[in-house]
Every structure is written in C-alpha cells, then in structure tokens.
Nanobody, 115 residues
C-alpha cells in the first residue's frame, strides 16, 4: 500500500521558519486530496491545510498568511512551508492523503517553537 513519510521537523525560535516534507511511496496524484494536520500535547489532532489534486489550497485561520502548502509532483512530495512560527505552533505534524475511500497517514514529525 502507498505510504507517507514526513521529515523536516525540529526546534526553532519564535519568528523562525521550517519546511516540512511528506514523500509518498507512489505517485502523489494517486491522492484526491492531501493535507497537513497537527496534534499538540493534550489536544486532539486538527487540520492545518489541505490541497486538491488541481492545486487549490485551504488554510485554517490560525496559520493563514504564515503557512504555505504545496506539492512537487516529480518528487511525489507534499510540503508545508512555515514562517513566523509561534510557540502555539508546537505540535506533532502529520501529512494525510485521501485515495478512494481510504485515509493514509504519515508517522508524524515534531515541531517545537521556543520563545
């Protein structure tokens, strides 16, 4: 089955930037929609942004204007460019792809923003 693997997480100071990557084992076009989610300690997993196969993007208000979701089809990779990071962005970030009726999740990557 297709798999997703995230990378790029780490520790960054408030105001800094990180670029997360999510690479699929197969063609990224096998997914109808791909998205980024995050889960902070003690909280439920929440949507951050998603992108359709045609490239249309949607962001939650908390990250709008700071985060950018994109794909590189040749590399079968989903990206999340994060700028102006805040301590409240600290969470485990997960990528997800929807193919058919199935939701495929990556293993997650930790993002920690210090003040």
């Amino acid at each position: 089955q297709v798999q997703l693997v995230e990378s790029g997480g780490g520790l960054v100071q408030a105001g800094g930037s990180l670029r997360l990557s999510c690479t699929a084992s197969g063609s990224i076009f096998s997914f109808n929609v791909m998205g980024w989610y995050r889960q902070a300690p003690g909280k439920q997993r929440e949507l951050v942004a998603f992108i359709s196969r045609g490239g249309a993007t949607t962001y939650v208000d908390a990250v709008k204007g700071r985060f950018t979701i994109s794909t590189d089809n040749a590399e079968n990779t989903l990206y999340l460019q994060m700028t102006s990071l805040k301590p409240e962005d600290t969470a485990v970030y997960y990528c997800k792809g929807v193919v058919g009726g199935s939701h495929v999740w990556g293993q997650g990557t930790q993002v920690t923003v210090s003040s």
